[in-house]
């Protein structure tokens, strides 16, 4: 069942023992959610914690500085930014994947698998949404709080270049900085500061960059040599993603990431009019229009074929 | 003479045949402040043009779409975003120097060159001060004037990135996309689009990365030789003055700029607590704490000499 903001309000202030679930690989809009609706139901004096089936990268670690983890029984089970329940990560998906009392979201291809579901497609980051949901329980906002809200604001839409950054996401920007948010520190932890295995991954994968299509589609390929020869690994290669796109005439910009088990992660990012969600829809996947993602079967070369026969049909629409 | 918001407004108001200046070498914030004002000025009936003494590269087209060009003999000339009227350019320093009525700036370092100056420091571009002026002219807001305003706020602070993007940024960016700017185009234009021949720059100049002072600083070097190389020019350099800092660990980046007639134009990026301000007026230079510059004398060796002797003096201070 879909709810609106004050029905997920009125849900959350009527339960105890929240167990409060990211999606898997997180990233910061899922943490930020988490973090923030934790920290604003301890304020209301709940027992709540956050939990990811996967580690946490530690440059994360600022979001729950001032944040609790009591042990309980869960009673209550809210999923923030998890569009479904494969993405909560294995371990969590047999556990939990029945068991979700809310899912709080904004991405449209949301499949509804929550008891309900507060869902704003509109919004830039699952984050406006969680914070319209702490104005709507009256959480007094603090500094912790205002750095969850804006981390999930500012990493979702690219550091607000994205046209998912609304007038809506810069208001609540204003008003996290307003209530103590570091958005300087966050977005130079976030965005400006690159590891030396991370940089040297970078130029790996720069060196795989192919053109297809008369310079419309861009592809680069991670591979899990490139992991060893770097010293980096999977949780670095996200920003690799939208390397591709930024080259002049580029429509379609993909990163192919080689799993361990040989199969491919797909990253596409697209510029109007290419629907990137549509293309990984094609390929059992999807997304947001300008960013999405899909599996595909190895080796390269048949990864490759399919990405690029969908790139082409879509190019061709 | 210092005046505020209110008694700028009056006094163009009470003007007429105003020819604004933005700087030499224009970047977002002075040609969006321009264009601005001007578009502002025009539809209060007024007869305005914008003038620069250097060439306006094509992808700022956007900015005039809808401002006229009149010709008239200027009666008031304001500099918008111009720090010291050594930076009007040549040409235009030594014909206007001396005659500027207004400044209008958030640059702390302005020299007050101006019969009359509106400076706002804490201001994390000069288009919001222009904003401010427009408001309190009562200018009606469009999707013109938007586009200008949102292109100042987002490039002088690295798309929202910096610490110069205060909750005031934030608060007029969204207005501006509420009144029509269009914000993810404008930073799909600014911050997402490589050409090829920058592309190449940019490889060409991170090959000369240099560490220094334990990796405290990192210093890249731009040479007239590697324009040659890569087709590309000083109009596509200043995205690299940005790169040496993101690298983990370093307080201080610097990009050293090759010059036709030898010199070297430095651009510093600093991290906290690192004043690059102070660091570039110990060369004769100036500008913000986080982000400012200075020329130096050439050969390469003895520019490079200067730069990191000063830069040790501030790490050890």
Same mark, same amino acid.
């Given at each position: 069942?879909?709810?609106?903001?004050?029905?997920?309000? $009125?849900?959350?202030?009527?339960?105890?023992?929240?167990?409060?679930?990211?999606?898997?690989?997180?990233?910061?809009?899922?943490?930020?959610?988490? &973090?923030?609706?934790?920290?604003?139901?301890?304020?209301?004096?709940?027992?709540?914690?956050?939990?990811?089936?996967?580690?946490?990268? #530690?440059?994360?670690?600022?979001?729950?500085?001032?944040?609790?983890?009591?042990?309980?029984?869960?009673? &209550?089970?809210?999923?923030?930014?998890?569009?479904?329940?494969?993405?909560?990560?294995?371990?969590?998906?047999? $556990?939990?994947?029945?068991?979700?009392?809310?899912?709080?979201?904004?991405?449209? *291809?949301?499949?509804?698998?929550?008891?309900?579901?507060?869902?704003?497609?509109?919004?830039?980051?699952?984050?406006?949404?969680?914070?319209?949901?702490?104005?709507?329980?009256?959480?007094?906002?603090?500094?912790?709080?205002?750095?969850?809200?804006?981390?999930?604001?500012?990493? #979702?839409?690219?550091? &607000?270049?994205?046209?998912?950054?609304?007038?809506?996401?810069?208001?609540?920007?204003?008003?996290? =900085?307003?209530?103590?948010?570091?958005?300087? =520190?966050?977005?130079?932890?976030?965005?400006?500061?690159?590891? $030396?295995?991370?940089?040297?991954?970078?130029?790996?994968?720069?060196?795989?960059?192919?053109?297809? &299509? #008369?310079?419309?589609?861009?592809?680069?390929?991670?591979?899990?040599?490139?992991?060893?020869? *770097?010293? *980096?690994?999977?949780?670095?290669?996200?920003?690799?993603?939208?390397?591709?796109?930024?080259?002049?005439?580029?429509?379609?910009?993909?990163?192919?990431?080689?799993?361990?088990?040989?199969?491919?992660?797909?990253?596409? $990012?697209?510029?109007?009019?290419?629907?990137?969600?549509?293309?990984?829809?094609?390929?059992?996947?999807?997304?947001? +229009?300008?960013?999405?993602?899909?599996?595909?079967?190895? +080796?390269?070369?048949?990864?490759?074929?399919?990405?690029?026969?969908?790139?082409?049909?879509?190019?061709?629409?």
């Amino acid at each position: 069942m879909r709810i609106d903001v004050k029905a997920a309000a $009125r849900l959350l202030e009527g339960q105890d023992d929240i167990l409060i679930l990211s999606h898997g690989h997180p990233d910061g809009d899922t943490l930020g959610c988490g &973090f923030a609706l934790c920290r604003g139901l301890q304020k209301l004096n709940k027992r709540a914690r956050v939990e990811c089936a996967d580690e946490i990268p #530690d440059k994360y670690s600022y979001l729950w500085r001032e944040v609790e983890r009591p042990d309980f029984v869960p009673r &209550f089970i809210v999923a923030v930014d998890v569009a479904d329940t494969k993405l909560l990560g294995k371990a969590f998906e047999s $556990r939990y994947a029945d068991q979700i009392d809310l899912c709080i979201d904004h991405h449209g *291809s949301n499949i509804l698998y929550a008891e309900r579901t507060l869902l704003d497609a509109s919004a830039g980051a699952t984050c406006e949404v969680i914070f319209e949901v702490l104005k709507a329980l009256h959480v007094e906002m603090d500094a912790q709080i205002a750095d969850c809200i804006y981390t999930g604001l500012s990493t #979702d839409t690219g550091c &607000f270049r994205y046209s998912n950054a609304t007038a809506r996401t810069h208001r609540i920007a204003a008003e996290m =900085i307003d209530c103590g948010a570091d958005a300087a =520190i966050i977005n130079q932890v976030m965005f400006e500061t690159k590891t $030396r295995t991370y940089a040297a991954l970078e130029r790996l994968a720069l060196d795989s960059l192919e053109m297809y &299509f #008369d310079g419309r589609a861009a592809l680069v390929t991670v591979t899990q040599e490139m992991y060893r020869l *770097s010293g *980096s690994d999977e949780s670095e290669c996200d920003p690799i993603a939208s390397l591709p796109r930024q080259i002049e005439g580029v429509l379609v910009g993909a990163m192919l990431r080689e799993k361990v088990d040989g199969t491919f992660k797909v990253s596409i $990012r697209t510029h109007r009019p290419v629907d990137a969600a549509a293309l990984c829809k094609r390929m059992n996947g999807g997304g947001h +229009p300008r960013a999405a993602g899909c599996q595909l079967e190895g +080796p390269l070369e048949r990864a490759k074929e399919e990405l690029l026969s969908n790139i082409k049909a879509v190019l061709e629409a």
